[in-house]
């Protein structure tokens, strides 16, 4: 195939559900499977003539990519690849898909991620010796029980410490996020991208949005002594999937030319694990410098995967005028983080607002960005068709 231009023409994903709960006892293949099938009937597309299929996963281990793939009806020919990284692998896939294409290897892929905290194996590590128990291993802990960076909560304790965040103004932040996103299901602004994978009224909705007031949040005790993080004001673990069907110029204009979006910029890189929760913030301000966006105002909607009221504080601080367009539907800190899929679905929400918004026009942007464990952040500009 020669090089194609690609376009994301579809994206879904399933609600996110707690720990335990909406979607306890469903595996990643359960939650992707039905999002992939759902995506390519929106355009048209039947799912034998899918060439690759990409997914972001952390949890699952081996390459869930290939049962998803096997399960929701494609071809035994298309290539699956499973990719890890952390919250950012969502996004990662979705970009590696779009060039995937633009390459001229595929001229139509499946590409998001999905993950499940509810489902997923346990990590455990081999005792030392013969005198020591086996025990269970956190997401980013190695094998001799020593961090290799600072943990996910101490690196967030440290931002606030460095940034002056006390604990009632994350309060208030994440307070803010739930009120967003209880208004935003009320006004139905998640219909057309939810799948119900059951005829079920849960089934549609964000399983975390809640409505907590202050004192909730005020009750939650802090996750380490005097710190400022609890489960109030950090994203709490979901269950989740999100998909994006990404196509060539071609298939593209075969299909009628649908309104699409495509990547028209992206930057990865690392930074110091010491400062991964300002991570998202570099990205944007990169991916802007490299676009000729330094101010921002041509973006009509910023969102990230936040893992805390910490990092959405500090990135929104250096958005300036832009912050108000930051996360708008509230963000992970109320529908919760589900592992592999949280950048798939700021994808898929902002797929929202630039495609299924009927205010939105050709030419509309937004940026989507991610950080990941230990100082690893990815952002992309995305441009409506």
Not at 32 to 58: F, H, K, Q, S, Y
Not at 254 to 278: H, Q, Y
Not at 325 to 336: I, K, V, Y
Not at 377 to 385: Q, S
Request: hydrophobic residues 45%; glycine residues 10%; proline residues 4%.
């Amino acid at each position: 195939m020669s090089s194609s231009k690609s376009y994301i023409i579809a994206a879904r994903r399933v609600a996110n559900g707690r720990l335990g709960g909406l979607h306890r006892n469903r595996r990643v293949e359960d939650l992707a499977a039905p999002v992939v099938i759902r995506a390519l009937a929106d355009v048209g597309i039947e799912p034998d003539r899918v060439d690759m299929l990409i997914l972001g996963n952390t949890l699952a281990g081996g390459n869930p990519a290939r049962l998803v793939a096997l399960i929701a009806g494609l071809p035994d020919r298309a290539a699956t690849l499973s990719i890890d990284r952390h919250t950012a692998s969502g996004l990662e896939a979705i970009l590696a898909a779009t060039r995937t294409i633009a390459c001229g290897e595929a001229e139509i892929a499946v590409a998001g991620g999905a993950d499940s905290f509810s489902t997923a194996p346990w990590r455990i590590a081999k005792p030392r010796t013969i005198f020591h128990m086996p025990r269970f291993l956190g997401l980013n802990q190695v094998d001799d029980g020593e961090r290799g960076d600072l943990s996910a909560i101490e690196a967030m304790e440290s931002c606030a410490t460095r940034l002056g965040l006390s604990r009632s103004r994350q309060d208030e932040y994440a307070l803010a996020c739930h009120i967003k996103a209880g208004l935003a299901r009320t006004a139905q602004g998640f219909v057309r991208e939810i799948v119900a994978i059951k005829s079920k009224p849960e089934e549609a909705r964000d399983e975390l949005v809640g409505e907590p007031d202050i004192d909730d949040m005020e009750s939650y005790p802090a996750f380490h002594g005097e710190g400022t993080l609890t489960a109030g004001n950090t994203s709490l673990p979901a269950d989740g999937a999100a998909i994006v069907v990404a196509v060539s110029e071609r298939i593209w204009r075969d299909l009628g030319a649908p309104p699409a979006i495509r990547i028209a910029a992206s930057v990865s890189f690392g930074v110091s694990p010491e400062i991964e929760n300002e991570a998202p913030l570099i990205a944007i301000r990169r991916l802007a410098e490299r676009t000729r966006l330094e101010t921002l105002s041509g973006v009509a909607a910023i969102a990230f995967a936040e893992t805390s009221a910490v990092q959405a504080l500090a990135v929104q601080a250096g958005l300036g005028e832009a912050s108000s367009r930051l996360n708008s539907d509230g963000g992970q800190l109320a529908r919760g983080q589900p592992g592999g899929a949280a950048s798939a679905v700021v994808v898929t929400r902002l797929f929202t607002d630039l495609v299924r918004d009927d205010r939105a026009r050709s030419g509309s942007r937004a940026i989507a960005a991610a950080g990941a464990s230990g100082g690893q952040t990815i952002a992309a500009l995305l441009e409506r068709v």
